[in-house]
């Protein structure tokens, strides 16, 4: 009987060890699954430690949203686009890599309006973020050229850092809170709840409303296309002009999401894209991501090209170039 016993214990051990690592398995999986859906942005080891930080006040974060956060705001204020009490928005001066992203390229000119303006125009956007320490490299580089910028926030990282840019004297935009595509574009009712939930924490975060969006992977993605249909996607865009919103493509993309990027493969994009048939553009919006080190790294050079081009430094709002993809 003694011996039965042990058996049936044992066996009951083996079952309870195989049912653990069958559970632990099951969650690798799902957590490498959501992370492919959130679009293309791939991390690197100093990335990745930029991140982790901001992991543990995401719970935080997210609770936070659920209720609304009297004493942080005096009162809501409606506003055209986020921009902070500083209001000197301008500062005037005069390898072969594979993309993670199917994007048009600067030469195909893939967008509405010609841009031109007999001014030449640089509107410098940050996706993805605000992050750890490579958020903070970038507002540190900007402040030391005292140069505003276009911040599409997410929040499915952490948000704490958003009053931070937002009180640098930063525009804030809205990326989506969940920046996960089968979410997003499950359907249009999705897509809209995404985004309230992301436009109520910037607005916990500032006191203020932002109706500045950018699509993940901008507004011709074929993932948004091949989700919610031709009707759905054209409904999604009317709907967010009915809301009074205005969304925002670019028209160079600095490749810091590439496959195999460096610092100088995203100064030499950038370098690339500002020409022309052998001139400047007129008007240039710059995509970049402030939770990659590689464009914390590359900015302060990338600047310089700039201010060496000519170009003024301004930060988007619904009145300007509409830099959206045909």
Not at 41 to 58: I, P, W
Not at 146 to 159: E, H
Not at 223 to 240: H, I, P, Q, W, Y
């Amino acid at each position: 009987m003694s011996k039965k016993k042990n058996n049936k214990m044992s066996n009951a051990l083996l079952v309870c060890i195989s049912v653990t690592l069958v559970a632990i398995i099951a969650m690798i999986a799902v957590g490498a699954y959501g992370l492919n859906n959130r679009d293309t942005v791939s991390y690197d080891d100093d990335d990745m430690s930029s991140l982790v930080s901001d992991v543990s006040s995401t719970e935080q974060t997210s609770s936070e949203t659920t209720s609304t956060d009297v004493s942080s705001v005096s009162s809501e204020k409606e506003t055209s686009s986020i921009v902070s009490s500083d209001t000197s928005s301008t500062t005037t001066s005069s390898d072969k890599v594979t993309s993670n992203t199917s994007l048009p390229t600067p030469d195909d000119d893939p967008f509405i309006g010609d841009g031109q303006t007999g001014e030449r125009v640089c509107y410098l956007t940050f996706d993805d973020g605000p992050s750890g320490k490579n958020t903070d490299t970038v507002l540190k580089t900007l402040s030391d050229n005292n140069i505003k910028a276009t911040f599409f926030v997410v929040g499915y990282l952490s948000t704490s850092k958003i009053k931070d840019v937002y009180n640098a004297g930063h525009t804030i935009g809205l990326h989506t809170y969940s920046h996960d595509l089968d979410e997003l574009y499950a359907d249009t009712d999705a897509f809209f709840n995404d985004l309230k939930k992301i436009s109520d924490v910037v607005y916990q975060k500032t006191g203020v409303r932002s109706n500045l969006t950018r699509f993940p992977g901008g507004s011709s993605t074929a993932a948004m296309k091949s989700r919610l249909g031709a009707d759905g996607f054209a409904t999604v865009k009317e709907t967010l002009k009915e809301q009074g919103y205005t969304y925002f493509d670019w028209n160079i993309d600095s490749g810091d999401t590439h496959k195999g990027t460096s610092k100088d493969y995203v100064i030499n994009q950038v370098k690339k894209g500002i020409m022309s048939n052998g001139k400047y553009k007129d008007n240039v919006c710059i995509l970049f991501h402030d939770i990659k080190k590689v464009t914390a790294d590359a900015l302060p050079e990338v600047i310089e090209i700039l201010k060496d081009a000519g170009y003024t430094f301004k930060t988007l709002d619904s009145k300007c170039y509409n830099y959206a993809f045909k």
